[in-house]
């Protein structure tokens, strides 16, 4: 890889593993623009880079990480190359150790990679105590063969358990460790090193997981939902108009109008289609499990209720809760809170979703037009999934749409089997940081995708 | 200007934006001078006030062209855009017709260049000289618009049923900008050569300031950057102070024969900065005029003793 074509082919294959989508037309407008520009002066090179390549702010972290692991003098790229190696090694040999530790009366066990990767990451006190069960079971009395696959279930669910316990930090980690490597050192120690790196940039309050947001950050963070919130309203004002943005020709005002010259139609008057505001309807989850995200579920409610107009909010753990009138009455964002918190008896309790859309159905039937979006706020662990998903079925043809927030990161959806069967009903957003958030906003959310 | 724009470099629109007062670094120029010179739509994100528009506003005046606007707003179709029929006028030619038997009326008549109403992206198409067309607030119109809209920058043609294809004279300095309101279409995005505006840093807001008001004093300029700067990353604001925000608070500030700020001033001027109720009730809860003129003075004082430091080691 020595040539200035190869490296940008090399870099812009980096940039795409990192999650930047570009087009083979911006790979040629990038070659061109080097001829333009003196290929020496870095800044120049950087920017002329980056304008043809990144077309998202939000990319320009990815950017910048990759371009100042890549572009580097050769004694640089050199040592990185050393570490990029050592590290493969030590994963390789923390592969085998899984391998040898993992075994069953010195059988490999059958477990899938992604648990392999949970078990590597596991504290040493944690894997010596599954190693003990194995070397237990293995040389208990009367264990015959045949009992390797109980052994392989009981461990498959301690390590999902651990799964379900990592962080999202952890798991994006996990996320890059499987990512597709290029085959290409070169190339893949700068993909594991950015990735590595995170892609903040902006505001940290965006990118920070809402279960670890700190108290003294509620008002920062109720202050950039309301921001996001009125976008809302801008945007789905605007999708709501009806087809044919074409101004017609009023014929009756326009007749009447030109009686005066005579019917010559010089003064012509035009109508335009009425623009239809939605009822927004937003169900949130406030048990147990959700207990850890109440600092960003409470705000969203807060600052949506208060920017929002023809908006109507719930809350749900066993049953459900309109709790519209909290938001309505008051302005300061602790004091509804309190009261929220004191007087609501579904704080914390279990989850059932079905019970909750079935009275929202019942009770509350004038709320589900056609004009309704419908958010659900949830991390899709609730009692009932199928009778949900039948729920759900049925208020999809009621509403405009069903759109549902989901507070676990995506990594983890295919460990809640619910999750497939409600989304065949819903468009399903990973949303647990305010950037979640800020991009879910930002999109065309009355059309059907 | 064709020949003009052919024949600059990179450094000659460097020293034209410096001649115009447009305060830029190199990624800037870099980013312009590649949109023209690769003859492609050069889209501007970032949040108001930081000086998008303004960017084709030096454009126009440093090629001596027109600067065709096309303000964009909820609703805007194609009649606004690209052209219309001057129905009004065409009904009294017909009407005159009429009246006046030795005049025969064709439907070429009235279909002809004489009563099609220009709007900015046909004018642009049809100007003369490269002209410099600015799409301001992009993300402020709907979907199918920016679809129609990508088309038109692709070839630079359009095809007026009654008239023909229209095809550029010469291709336009198209300029893009947007709020990030709303997401843009990767098929518009993949067009376009893309730069990204943010606030400017403490040093750039000096240069902004002392550039475009001369009579600011260094210490003031220094002082005013800074408490912007501080509000920008200290306080939770719906609308954050934008360069144009800071340069009317500073002509304001000259206007009161102030050299310094002091927290009396602060508190009298702060409507200039900040415009929204929220804003203000959370500078006088969370910051207010005292802590801020603090803040400034302990930067600022921290700014002088590493200067020093570094005057001290390199003597």
Same mark, same amino acid.
């Given at each position: 890889?020595?040539?200035?074509?190869?490296?940008?082919?090399?870099?812009?294959?980096?940039?795409?593993?990192?999650?930047?989508?570009?087009?083979?037309?911006?790979?040629?407008?990038?070659?061109?623009?080097?001829?333009?520009?003196?290929?020496?002066?870095?800044?120049?090179?950087?920017?002329?880079?980056?304008?043809?390549?990144?077309?998202?702010?939000?990319?320009?972290?990815?950017?910048?990480?990759?371009?100042?692991?890549?572009?580097?003098?050769?004694?640089?790229?050199?040592?990185?190359?050393?570490?990029?190696?050592?590290?493969?090694?030590?994963?390789?040999?923390?592969?085998?150790?899984?391998?040898?530790?993992?075994?069953?009366?010195?059988?490999?066990?059958?477990?899938?990679?992604?648990?392999?990767?949970?078990?590597?990451?596991?504290?040493?006190?944690?894997?010596?105590?599954?190693?003990?069960?194995?070397?237990?079971?293995?040389?208990?009395?009367?264990?015959?063969?045949?009992?390797?696959?109980?052994?392989?279930?009981?461990?498959?669910?301690?390590?999902?358990?651990?799964?379900?316990?990592?962080?999202?930090?952890?798991?994006?980690?996990?996320?890059?460790?499987?990512?597709?490597?290029?085959?290409?050192?070169?190339?893949?120690?700068?993909?594991?090193?950015?990735?590595?790196?995170?892609?903040?940039?902006?505001?940290?309050?965006?990118?920070?997981?809402?279960?670890?947001?700190?108290?003294?950050?509620?008002?920062?963070?109720?202050?950039?939902?309301?921001?996001?919130?009125?976008?809302?309203?801008?945007?789905?004002?605007?999708?709501?108009?009806?087809?044919?943005?074409?101004?017609?020709?009023?014929?009756?005002?326009?007749?009447?109008?030109?009686?005066?010259?005579?019917?010559?139609?010089?003064?012509?008057?035009?109508?335009?289609?009425?623009?239809?505001?939605?009822?927004?309807?937003?169900?949130?989850?406030?048990?147990?499990?959700?207990?850890?995200?109440?600092?960003?579920?409470?705000?969203?409610?807060?600052?949506?209720?208060?920017?929002?107009?023809?908006?109507?909010?719930?809350?749900?753990?066993?049953?459900?809760?309109?709790?519209?009138?909290?938001?309505?009455?008051?302005?300061?964002?602790?004091?509804?809170?309190?009261?929220?918190?004191?007087?609501?008896?579904?704080?914390?309790?279990?989850?059932?979703?079905?019970?909750?859309?079935?009275?929202?159905?019942?009770?509350?039937?004038?709320?589900?037009?056609?004009?309704?979006?419908?958010?659900?706020?949830?991390?899709?662990?609730?009692?009932?999934?199928?009778?949900?998903?039948?729920?759900?079925?049925?208020?999809?043809?009621?509403?405009?749409?069903?759109?549902?927030?989901?507070?676990?990161?995506?990594?983890?959806?295919?460990?809640?089997?619910?999750?497939?069967?409600?989304?065949?009903?819903?468009?399903?957003?990973?949303?647990?940081?305010?950037?979640?958030?800020?991009?879910?906003?930002?999109?065309?959310?009355?059309?059907?995708? | 200007?064709?020949?003009?724009?052919?024949?600059?470099?990179?450094?000659?629109?460097?020293?034209?934006?410096?001649?115009?007062?447009?305060?830029?670094?190199?990624?800037?120029?870099?980013?312009?001078?590649?949109?023209?010179?690769?003859?492609?739509?050069?889209?501007?994100?970032?949040?108001?006030?930081?000086?998008?528009?303004?960017?084709?506003?030096?454009?126009?005046?440093?090629?001596?062209?027109?600067?065709?606007?096309?303000?964009?707003?909820?609703?805007?179709?194609?009649?606004?855009?690209?052209?219309?029929?001057?129905?009004?006028?065409?009904?009294?030619?017909?009407?005159?017709?009429?009246?006046?038997?030795?005049?025969?009326?064709?439907?070429?008549?009235?279909?002809?260049?004489?009563?099609?109403?220009?709007?900015?992206?046909?004018?642009?198409?049809?100007?003369?000289?490269?002209?410099?067309?600015?799409?301001?607030?992009?993300?402020?119109?709907?979907?199918?618009?920016?679809?129609?809209?990508?088309?038109?920058?692709?070839?630079?043609?359009?095809?007026?049923?009654?008239?023909?294809?229209?095809?550029?004279?010469?291709?336009?300095?198209?300029?893009?900008?947007?709020?990030?309101?709303?997401?843009?279409?990767?098929?518009?995005?993949?067009? *376009?050569?893309?730069?990204?505006?943010?606030?400017?840093?403490?040093?750039?807001?000096?240069?902004?300031?002392?550039?475009?008001?001369?009579?600011?004093?260094?210490?003031?300029?220094?002082?005013?950057?800074?408490?912007?700067?501080?509000?920008?990353?200290?306080?939770?604001?719906?609308?954050?102070?934008?360069?144009?925000?800071?340069?009317?608070?500073?002509?304001?500030?000259?206007?009161?024969?102030?050299?310094?700020?002091?927290?009396?001033?602060?508190?009298?001027?702060?409507?200039?900065?900040?415009?929204?109720?929220?804003?203000?009730?959370?500078?006088?809860?969370?910051?207010?005029?005292?802590?801020?003129?603090?803040?400034?003075?302990?930067?600022?004082?921290?700014?002088? *003793?590493? *200067?020093?430091?570094?005057?001290?080691?390199?003597?």
């Amino acid at each position: 890889m020595h040539s200035l074509a190869d490296n940008i082919v090399g870099f812009i294959q980096i940039l795409r593993q990192l999650g930047v989508r570009i087009s083979t037309a911006e790979t040629i407008d990038a070659v061109d623009s080097l001829t333009l520009i003196d290929s020496f002066d870095q800044a120049e090179f950087k920017a002329a880079l980056k304008s043809t390549l990144i077309k998202h702010a939000e990319d320009q972290a990815a950017f910048n990480h990759a371009f100042n692991l890549f572009f580097v003098p050769p004694e640089a790229k050199q040592e990185q190359q050393t570490a990029w190696e050592s590290k493969q090694q030590l994963d390789l040999e923390q592969s085998l150790q899984a391998d040898e530790e993992l075994v069953f009366q010195g059988r490999p066990l059958e477990i899938s990679d992604d648990l392999k990767d949970v078990y590597k990451m596991l504290p040493e006190k944690e894997k010596q105590r599954l190693q003990e069960f194995l070397e237990k079971t293995s040389t208990g009395k009367n264990v015959k063969e045949s009992f390797q696959p109980v052994v392989e279930n009981l461990l498959k669910s301690s390590l999902s358990f651990w799964q379900r316990q990592l962080s999202a930090e952890d798991l994006a980690q996990l996320a890059a460790a499987r990512r597709q490597l290029l085959g290409h050192d070169e190339l893949d120690h700068v993909v594991d090193s950015a990735a590595g790196l995170g892609g903040t940039g902006g505001n940290p309050l965006l990118y920070k997981n809402m279960q670890e947001i700190a108290e003294q950050e509620i008002p920062q963070v109720t202050a950039l939902i309301k921001r996001l919130a009125s976008r809302l309203t801008t945007r789905i004002s605007r999708r709501f108009r009806m087809t044919g943005r074409r101004k017609l020709i009023d014929i009756r005002k326009s007749i009447r109008r030109n009686m005066r010259y005579g019917g010559i139609m010089i003064s012509l008057k035009y109508k335009t289609k009425k623009i239809h505001k939605p009822n927004i309807v937003i169900v949130c989850d406030v048990s147990a499990s959700m207990t850890k995200y109440v600092r960003f579920t409470l705000p969203l409610l807060f600052g949506l209720s208060s920017v929002v107009k023809n908006i109507e909010s719930f809350i749900f753990a066993t049953d459900l809760e309109r709790v519209t009138d909290y938001f309505r009455h008051s302005n300061d964002f602790a004091q509804v809170t309190e009261e929220l918190i004191t007087n609501s008896a579904q704080m914390g309790q279990g989850t059932n979703l079905f019970i909750a859309l079935s009275r929202l159905e019942e009770q509350h039937r004038q709320l589900l037009t056609p004009s309704t979006l419908l958010f659900i706020i949830s991390d899709a662990n609730t009692l009932a999934p199928q009778e949900t998903a039948g729920q759900l079925s049925i208020m999809s043809k009621k509403v405009k749409r069903i759109l549902w927030l989901n507070t676990q990161p995506k990594e983890r959806w295919p460990q809640t089997s619910a999750i497939s069967s409600f989304s065949a009903y819903c468009a399903m957003f990973e949303c647990y940081s305010l950037a979640h958030l800020t991009k879910i906003l930002s999109l065309n959310l009355t059309r059907q995708s | 200007m064709n020949k003009q724009l052919q024949n600059f470099t990179a450094d000659q629109l460097k020293d034209a934006f410096e001649a115009q007062g447009y305060i830029s670094d190199k990624e800037l120029l870099t980013t312009v001078y590649l949109a023209i010179k690769l003859e492609k739509p050069l889209l501007i994100e970032g949040a108001p006030g930081v000086g998008k528009t303004e960017i084709a506003k030096v454009l126009s005046n440093i090629f001596n062209t027109e600067l065709i606007r096309l303000q964009c707003y909820e609703g805007l179709d194609e009649n606004k855009a690209l052209y219309e029929w001057n129905y009004q006028r065409q009904l009294i030619k017909i009407q005159m017709s009429r009246e006046n038997a030795s005049q025969k009326l064709t439907e070429y008549d009235v279909f002809s260049p004489e009563y099609l109403l220009e709007r900015p992206l046909l004018k642009a198409i049809r100007a003369e000289k490269r002209a410099v067309l600015l799409i301001d607030e992009i993300d402020k119109t709907d979907e199918e618009f920016e679809a129609f809209l990508f088309e038109i920058l692709s070839d630079f043609q359009i095809s007026i049923p009654e008239l023909g294809t229209v095809t550029a004279n010469h291709i336009p300095i198209v300029i893009l900008t947007s709020n990030h309101d709303r997401e843009l279409s990767e098929g518009l995005r993949r067009r *376009c050569v893309y730069l990204y505006i943010d606030y400017p840093s403490i040093e750039k807001e000096i240069n902004i300031i002392r550039t475009k008001i001369p009579e600011a004093t260094e210490k003031l300029a220094i002082q005013i950057a800074t408490a912007v700067n501080h509000l920008r990353h200290n306080l939770t604001l719906n609308k954050q102070p934008s360069i144009a925000e800071t340069l009317d608070w500073t002509r304001a500030l000259i206007a009161m024969h102030a050299d310094h700020l002091d927290p009396a001033l602060v508190k009298q001027t702060m409507g200039l900065l900040l415009k929204n109720r929220d804003d203000l009730l959370a500078f006088q809860k969370d910051l207010g005029a005292d802590k801020l003129c603090g803040a400034v003075k302990q930067t600022n004082h921290h700014q002088a *003793c590493n *200067c020093h430091g570094a005057a001290s080691d390199k003597g």
